[in-house]
């Protein structure tokens, strides 16, 4: 039983020591997607960045991970694993706790061209309401999103 106690507080003190980590490892591969979204937005312009955008099988799709993206207004133009949210505006729609972080992500994208925004949705993989953190930025009149579960 001692060396059950033992092991068992080595892995929750190594799992605490991981878990910061891992979370900011999830929070730069979002931010990375958005920017390599934002890089295909320059390249190949708006219509064809939305057309991938909202492509469920594209390549801005990484298990739960997944870009999304917002007019100036607010208003959903693209969304690859909602095809539903597209063309409304969800400014005011608050997550479970009553958070309004659309918009809050962005005010501050317009106040400071990129956000970080913590709230709970429903994560598409495992179907439950998770807490998650997204990073936005502005490219143009588009607003890019990509956020990851903790």
């Not at 929070?27 to 958005?34: H, L, N, Q, S, W």
């Not at 100036?72 to 005011?92: M, Q, R, S």
């Not at 809050?104 to 061209?113: F, H, I, R, T």
Request: glycine share 8%.
């Amino acid at each position: 039983m001692k060396k059950f106690t033992i092991l068992f507080s080595v892995f929750l003190m190594a799992a605490m020591l991981v878990s910061p980590n891992a979370a900011k490892a999830a929070i730069d591969e979002a931010k990375a997607m958005v920017e390599k979204a934002e890089a295909y937005f320059q390249a190949n312009g708006k219509e064809k960045t939305l057309q991938e955008l909202n492509n469920p099988k594209g390549e801005f799709v990484k298990g739960d991970l997944y870009v999304f993206a917002y007019d100036a207004a607010g208003t959903v133009i693209a969304h690859p694993v909602n095809a539903k949210l597209v063309g409304t505006n969800t400014l005011e729609v608050p997550d479970v706790d009553g958070k309004l972080w659309r918009k809050e992500a962005m005010e501050k994208v317009k106040k400071d061209g990129t956000a970080v925004v913590d709230y709970k949705f429903k994560n598409p993989v495992s179907g439950k309401v998770e807490q998650k953190t997204t990073f936005f930025k502005k490219a143009g009149d588009i607003v890019f999103g990509c956020g990851t579960y903790k």
